[in-house]
């Protein structure tokens, strides 16, 4: 069982940035294979970003592309997704998710675990 927890969110500016973390509590974190989700209010959970178990492939989709950066410290058992140029678009609650053994990053049902997820609000 893992258990993950998100910090980090909040209200920002658009133009702004934030950085969020994802405490996971596994000890063998360095072998799942992580991601970041987020769901608006009335939308789909859909991907944000994703990072293989040794951190030497990254995934994002494309409405991120270029301003997400998603990392992993295998030592902190943490992973960070840092935001930069925040739209107003980006509002959602973000959610960071596990996987033991994925074969698309992108799709929600390849994670195993699930965190409570954190709110990020970009005002206009």
């Known amino acids: 069982q893992v258990q993950l927890v998100e910090s980090g969110g909040g209200l920002v500016q658009a133009g702004g940035s934030l950085r969020l973390s994802c405490a996971a509590s596994?000890?063998?974190?360095?072998?799942?294979?992580m991601g970041w989700f987020r769901q608006a209010p009335g939308k789909e959970r859909e991907f944000v970003a994703a990072i293989s178990w040794s951190g030497g492939s990254t995934y994002y989709a494309d409405s991120v592309k270029g301003r997400f950066t998603m990392s992993r410290g295998n030592a902190k058992n943490t992973v960070y997704l840092r935001m930069n140029g925040l739209k107003p678009e980006d509002t959602a609650v973000y959610y960071c998710?596990?996987?033991?053994?994925?074969?698309?990053?992108?799709?929600?049902?390849?994670?195993?675990?699930w965190g409570q997820g954190t709110q990020v609000t970009v005002s206009s």
């Open positions: 596994a000890h063998t974190f360095s072998s799942y294979a």
């Open positions: 998710a596990a996987s033991e053994n994925w074969n698309e990053p992108t799709v929600m049902y390849e994670y195993d675990y």
